[in-house]
């Protein structure tokens, strides 16, 4: 069992930054595939990005690309979300995600450890 828990959200101006963190516990998560999804109010959850057990992979989802970026540091058994060039439209609760396994998929559903999720809010 994996247990994780986000933290870094908060509330920032349109244009700038956060970085997001998810502390896993239970297990060590070498083995795992980690991914970020959020949550707009009304709006289903979305895939953000992922990343590779090993770091070496990642897939970012379209409205993300080039301005977020997934890391993970195996030592302290966390991933991070960099986000840059914040938007009013990246509002949502993030929440990390745990797989087992080598594929980096994007479905919510392909994703059986989930953490509680950190609000960010990006104002206009």
């Known amino acids: 069992q994996v247990q994780l828990v986000e933290s870094g959200g908060g509330l920032v101006q349109a244009g700038g930054s956060l970085r997001l963190s998810c502390a896993a516990s239970?297990?060590?998560?070498?083995?795992?595939?980690m991914g970020w999804f959020r949550q707009a109010p009304g709006k289903e959850r979305e895939f953000v990005a992922a990343?590779?057990?090993?770091?070496?992979?990642?897939y970012y989802a379209d409205s993300v690309k080039g301005r977020f970026t997934i890391s993970r540091d195996s030592a302290k058994n966390t991933v991070y979300l960099q986000m840059n060039s914040l938007k009013p439209e990246d509002t949502a609760v993030y929440y990390c995600a745990a797989r087992l396994g080598s594929y980096l998929y994007a479905s919510v559903n392909e994703y059986p450890y989930w953490g509680q999720g950190t609000q960010v809010t990006v104002s206009s």
């Open positions: 990343i590779s057990w090993s770091g070496s992979s990642t």
């Open positions: 239970g297990r060590t998560i070498g083995n795992y595939v």
